[in-house]
């Protein structure tokens, strides 16, 4: 009886791991179809940066420098933005992370984010950084009253 048994649980086996491989192939071409694309798309990109090079004599960073515009549309100089000087500024202008994220416009996780250097602002939040970075604290307690006013 013993015997009926081994041979039953051998047949099952056999026969999951044969239902198993018919469902695996078409996933397993799957994958191999992406990882041929994948590889064909990095190599697409190897070729554009290095065209890059070539044509401008430099790599491409990832991220572009945001600009400050003057009142006419004229761009006037280039931010760059270093989270180390984040609790600095925020030292010097006496403000907390909530007070500065109401004055630049975003949530107080997103300067500690920026803090901390986990991301970085975009364009238009570097910008509203740069015009908080030239104020006093006197004009920032100004600007924080009327919004808590508003």
């Given at each position: ?13 056999r ?5 198993l ?5 078409p996933?397993?071409k799957?994958?191999a ?12 990109v ?9 044509t ?13 515009a ?5 761009e006037v ?5 270093m ?7 925020r ?25 901390n ?10 910008a ?8 006093g604290?006197?004009?920032v307690?100004r600007r ?6 508003a």
């Amino acid at each position: 009886m013993a015997n009926l048994g081994a041979l039953l649980k051998n047949e099952i086996g056999r026969l999951s791991r044969r239902e198993l491989r018919g469902q695996m192939e078409p996933l397993k071409k799957t994958a191999a179809a992406q990882r041929k694309e994948i590889a064909a798309l990095k190599q697409q990109v190897a070729a554009l940066q290095k065209q890059l090079v070539r044509t401008t004599g430099r790599k491409a960073s990832l991220q572009a420098p945001a600009l400050l515009a003057d009142g006419d549309g004229n761009e006037v100089r280039s931010l760059r933005f270093m989270a180390k000087g984040m609790a600095p500024l925020r030292k010097r202008l006496g403000v907390s992370q909530a007070a500065l994220a109401k004055l630049v416009g975003v949530s107080s996780q997103t300067i500690y984010n920026w803090e901390n250097g986990k991301v970085k602002p975009r364009a238009e939040q570097l910008a509203a950084l740069a015009a908080v970075r030239d104020l006093g604290k006197r004009e920032v307690q100004r600007r924080l009253s009327s919004l808590a006013s508003a």
